[in-house]
Every structure is written in structure tokens, then in C-alpha cells.
T-cell receptor, first 126, second 107 residues
Framework: EVQLVESGGGLVHPGGSLRLSCAAS????????MDWVRQAPGKGLEWVAR??????????EYAASVKGRFTISRDDSKKSLYLQMNSLKTEDTAMYYC?????????????????WGQGTMVIASS | DIQMTQSPSALSACVGDTVIITCRAS??????LAWYQQKPGKAPNLLIS???NLESGVPSRFRGSGSGTEFTLTISSLQPDDFATYYC?????????FGPGTKVDVK
């Protein structure tokens, strides 16, 4: 079964840090771009960050709202995705979803988010 | 960034109705558009990719169309399981962006 399982969410004070993890199973993790998408309570979906795979040198992209504060990374040997979140703000409070992006073996690889985890909740509050 | 808009933001419908949701992009995204369904407390589920490609296991009453800047999601013969919020998303140009969502509830 294809599955993504997030962990690491919790309550943190503004200005603090948190590291989210995502364990993938049931597919060849290294073949795919991987992303984080978040959803604030009662709000819509917001893409957060992407890591491409080895054919694209593991390059990354970020939403403007998190650039410089969040770092996405992956460990293909552990089939795991991570999101290091620093300098957290109250507006970062959200459910964070680990999502599978496009399959990519090289070249331009546009694609939707076809597999979603169940999410992990991050609350930045004093 | 590409801005995505959806209309309507909410609608009320009956079982058996046909529902049409429109999604517009602020610049051309070719057919690099997806539609997702989300139910309360659950992760979104991919329904359609490449504007009109129905994902495996998605009922054929869902249909996507459009290209460039204007897209539609049509749900024919609405079923009880279809009451949910629907989002479009462009994956053509960074920053990847979602529409604000359309909530479909029971009339």
C-alpha cells in the first residue's frame, strides 16, 4: 500500500523551531519529487516547499511565506522527507501534509499531488 | 506568482443535480491543473490531473475541462458522497498555487 505518515507536530512558542518527518512506503521514493502542503484551521490549502529528486540534484523550492525560515530535505535511503521549521510565527499554525509530487527521471516534470499523508498539526502560540 | 480563483465559493445542491465549478488562472498554465476533493478532517484526494485526466478509482460523473486560463469541474448526478470542498491547483509555475476552494453542501 502506498502510504505517507507524518510525525513531529506539536505546540511551539513563536520564534521556536520544530522538525517534521514523513515516512514513505509502498513506492520507489527516490523516483519522485516530494512536497509539504499546509492548511490553517478553517482555511484553504497552501503549498509550502518541494524537494526534487536525484536527477535534479535534490534542488528545492519554497513558498515566499516560508523562504529563509523553513528547510525541506530528504533521505532516499530511509525513504523519508523532512521539514525543518525555524523562527515560527503564529501564522504558521496549520495542519502540515506530506505529499507525493511528480514522478521524475529527468527533464521537466510537472505533476499533481497524488498521494497525501494524514497530516501533522503544528501550533505556534504563546 | 500565478493567482488562482474559483467560483462560486460555495453552492447548495441536491442529490442528482449537476454542479459546475470554475477555476481561473492569472496567466496561462496550459493544461497543468489538478482538482482535489476534501472532506472535513481528511486530507485532500486527487480527482483530476492535466485538466481532464480522471484519476484511477474516481467516478466518471466527475469531469474536468479547459486549458490556458479557464477550467471547469463538472459533477453530474451529484451523490451524497460528493458533498465536500473542491480545490483547483496549478502545477505549471512556481510558486505552486491552489484556488481558495468551493464548498458544495446540501440544499
Amino acid at each position: 500500500e502506498v502510504q505517507l505518515v507524518e510525525s513531529g507536530g506539536g505546540l511551539v512558542h513563536p520564534g521556536g523551531s520544530l522538525r517534521l518527518s514523513c515516512a514513505a512506503s509502498g513506492f520507489t521514493f527516490s523516483d519522485y519529487y516530494m512536497d509539504w502542503v499546509r492548511q490553517a484551521p478553517g482555511k484553504g490549502l497552501e503549498w509550502v516547499a518541494r524537494t526534487r529528486n536525484k536527477p535534479h540534484s535534490y534542488t528545492t523550492e519554497y513558498a515566499a511565506s516560508v523562504k529563509g525560515r523553513f528547510t525541506i530535505s530528504r533521505d532516499d535511503s530511509k525513504k523519508s522527507l523532512y521539514l525543518q521549521m525555524n523562527s515560527l510565527k503564529t501564522e504558521d499554525t496549520a495542519m502540515y501534509y506530506c505529499v507525493r509530487g511528480a514522478y521524475c527521471s529527468g527533464g521537466r516534470c510537472p505533476g499533481p499531488f497524488d498521494i497525501w499523508g494524514q497530516g501533522t498539526m503544528v501550533i505556534a502560540s504563546s | 506568482d500565478i493567482q488562482m480563483t474559483q467560483s462560486p465559493s460555495a453552492l447548495s445542491a441536491c442529490v442528482g443535480d449537476t454542479v459546475i465549478i470554475t477555476c481561473r488562472a492569472s496567466q496561462s498554465i496550459s493544461n497543468e491543473l489538478a482538482w482535489y476533493q476534501q472532506k472535513p478532517g481528511k486530507a485532500p484526494n486527487l480527482l483530476i490531473s492535466e485538466a481532464s485526466n480522471l484519476e484511477s478509482g474516481v467516478p466518471s460523473r466527475f469531469r474536468g475541462s479547459g486549458s490556458g486560463t479557464e477550467f471547469t469541474l463538472t459533477i453530474s448526478s451529484l451523490q451524497p458522497d460528493d458533498f465536500a470542498t473542491y480545490y483547483c491547483q496549478q502545477y505549471s509555475i512556481y510558486s505552486l498555487t491552489f484556488g481558495p476552494g468551493t464548498k458544495v453542501d446540501v440544499k
